[in-house]
């Protein structure tokens, strides 16, 4: 208990251009703080939206850049201050580590939302000294924005739910989207789709999966357990479908149309946007108005959420479908990942990466 003598310097892997190759890179960490928790970083997932920062698609990155926001590791040292975790607690880290804590999102417990948010990396703190992310043998954390990873809950598996998994769960709650019996839609089959398949068909809905090609057919429906697969380049089944879903979750974080998607849709139903997009979306009105269908969006989740989500999924016994990897494979990974290649999240063993030595 209590703060440190000195900052500790560790190694993460760093972006330090555009290019977005990750390389060794020697840092400090502050001194832990009464409100803070040390953390010793276990494992991280890649998400697609560590891509778009590394490469600077957003044109807002800064470097050198230690990205990762899927993050669990063990508790080592908490501050004078903190109630809610101790040495030895397997605990997560997701997107934030700060808000102002006075605006109106803040005052709901809907932290994501203040304009004052602080991300897990490409941020600053309120000292303005830079954040850096899980891709690091240890992160510094306000108690406020670590959570309690579930016992019995793989550290691996449990990463991609502080993202992906909690990226689904908060709309599906937000929007009264959780009971039993809904039909719902899954656009896209990556990190986040194929967790918006399992939360979904875990509260008792009946899931399409859409997707631009047949490939992921036998994934959709045999492994991950989708009622039902269509190929939206295929104009006779689409039309078929029309007017069937109470939603659709479209995780795509590329430029594609939405008025396919939106003629999916039953009256008063929803398109909830995930993908971070860098060009303007376009759709033609009568296709929302004809049907009072909204087109909305959903950022991660609150640290309540997230806490709500993943004693959703060890109640369920839901776990994310990874590939291991060491961080020496990183930027092969993540070429990867641009392709699509990987089913469904890949996940960096930091701790046997062995950073520091």
Known sequence: MGSVEAQRTITGWAATDP??????????????????????????????TDLHQIKNDLGMSNYPMVPGHEVVGEV???????????????VGVGAIVGCCRNCHPCKRDIEQYCNKKIWSYNDVYTDGKPTQG???????????????IPEGMDPEQAAPLLCAGVTVYSPLSHFGLKQS?????ILGLGGVGHMGVKIAKAMGHH???????????EEALDHLGADEYLVSSDATKMQEKADTLDYIIDTVPVFHPLEPYLSLLKLDGK???????????????????????TITGSFVGSITEIGEMLEFCKEK??????EVIKM????????????????YRFVVDVAGSKLDQ
């Open 19 to 48: 290019t977005g190759i990750l390389a060794p890179y020697t840092y400090t960490l502050r001194n832990t703080g009464p409100e803070d928790v040390y953390v010793k970083v276990i494992c991280c997932g890649i998400c697609h």
């Open 328 to 343: 020496d494979y990183v930027n092969k990974a993540i070429e990867r990942l641009e392709k699509n290649d990987v089913r």
């Open 317 to 322: 016994g839901l776990t994310s479908m990874i």
């Open 271 to 293: 398109l909830i946007l995930m993908g971070v997009i860098n060009t303007p979306l376009q759709f033609l009105t009568p296709m929302v108005m004809l049907g009072r269908k």
């Open 181 to 185: 019996g809904l039909r719902g839609g």
């Open 76 to 90: 080592v040292e908490v501050g004078s201050d903190v109630s809610k975790f101790r040495a030895g607690d397997i």
């Open 134 to 148: 899980g891709f690091a043998s240890s992160m510094v954390v306000d108690q406020k924005f670590v959570v309690n």
């Open 207 to 217: 899931v399409t999966v859409i997707s631009s090609s047949d490939k992921k057919r």
